[in-house]
């Protein structure tokens, strides 16, 4: 049997990952990384770095990519839920401007492959949530840019019933018309 079930979403190159869970009386076991697994998964990428963060329910962070070396992520999340979203920057893309909303969380085990060319970004719906992601660059503060969330153009739907809480730098970010993209 496979050790993770790959399921597509509707932009080519993102996709949801559901790996094998052992559970019993005492909890759960399960491969959050593998690289044969993800290899065969579709995910050859060689990863560099592991982030961790820590939100309260309803921050929005996001949605941020690098023009210069670019992330391709892997998202988990350990603790809580999170609406997790890519949206396609590449300009040659058919897919420009498209995005995929996926929910993550400490009790479905998913992961969200979002490659290079996408920009990232999550919500939490829990009370607070942990989330892990693996990336395939180093992060880069100067080359990183902001997508504007609440851009009318994408018109992403993050279930929100209240304001969320933003960053600053999240505030500042640039319409998809404006923003720098990939070509």
């Known amino acids: 049997m496979n050790a993770v079930n790959k399921v597509l979403t509707s932009l080519p190159g993102v996709f949801v990952l559901e790996p094998r869970v052992f559970g019993d009386e005492r909890g759960f076991f399960f491969e959050s990384y593998n ?48 609406l997790d979203v890519a949206v396609d920057m590449r300009r040659g893309s058919a897919n420009f401007g498209r995005w995929e909303a996926v929910r993550l969380s400490g009790e479905n085990h998913r992961m969200l492959w979002i490659p290079v060319g996408f920009a990232h970004g999550f919500r939490v719906l829990s009370e607070k949530a942990h989330v892990l992601y693996k990336a395939t660059d180093f992060y880069a503060p100067e080359h990183e840019r902001t997508l504007a969330w609440n851009d009318p153009q994408l018109k992403i739907n993050w279930e929100l019933d209240v304001e969320p809480i933003v960053s600053a730098k999240d505030r500042r970010g640039l319409t998809l018309s404006d923003a720098e993209s990939f070509e």
């Open 35 to 82: 690289q044969r697994t993800m290899a065969d998964a579709g995910i050859s990428e060689r990863f560099v770095q592991d982030n961790h963060s820590c939100s309260s329910r309803n921050v929005l962070r996001g949605l941020h990519y690098q023009v210069k070396h670019p992330q391709g992520k892997l998202v988990r999340v350990v603790e809580g839920e999170i």
